[in-house]
C-alpha cells in the first residue's frame, strides 16, 4: 500500500504562493495517479488537482484551475502543489493520495496532511 508525506503548508497572506510537497513510497511513482485533495473549516473534502499515471496529464477543480500547478519529479517520488494567488478559501488541510484521475476519487490510505492558512 502506498503512503504519502505531504509537507511544506503554513501561514500566508492573501495573494501569495506556497509549494506543496507529497514525497510517495514507491519509486516507480509514474505507474500512479496521484492527486492532491483537501478539507476546508466546514466544507466537505474536495478534490484540487491530480496527475495521471505514465502520461503526466494533469486535471484541476475548477476553484483552483489558472492558479495552482501540480507537477512531479519522478527521481525523487514527488508530487508537488504549487500554488498562486491564494485566497482565503484555499484555506484547508492538503492530502494527497493514490487517485482516479480525471475524477478526484481517491484510493487507499492518506498522508497526516499539510495545513495552509490563508490570512491577512
Known amino acids: 500500500q502506498l503512503r504519502f508525506v505531504e509537507s511544506g503548508g503554513g501561514l500566508v497572506q492573501p495573494g501569495e504562493s506556497v509549494k506543496l510537497s507529497c514525497t510517495v513510497s514507491?519509486?516507480?511513482?509514474?505507474?500512479?495517479?496521484i492527486g492532491w485533495f483537501r478539507r476546508s473549516p466546514g466544507k466537505a473534502i474536495e478534490g484540487v488537482s491530480c496527475i495521471k499515471a505514465f502520461d503526466g496529464r494533469t486535471y484541476y477543480a475548477d476553484s483552483v484551475k489558472g492558479r495552482f500547478t501540480i507537477s512531479k519529479d519522478s527521481g525523487k517520488a514527488t508530487v508537488y502543489l504549487e500554488m498562486n494567488g491564494l485566497q482565503p478559501e484555499d484555506t484547508g488541510d492538503y492530502y494527497c493520495?493514490?487517485?482516479?484521475?480525471?475524477?478526484?476519487?481517491?484510493?487507499?490510505?492518506w498522508g497526516q496532511g499539510t495545513q495552509v492558512t490563508v490570512s491577512s
Open positions: 493520495a493514490e487517485s482516479y484521475c480525471p475524477g478526484f476519487h481517491p484510493v487507499g490510505s
Open positions: 514507491d519509486q516507480y511513482m509514474d505507474r500512479y495517479s
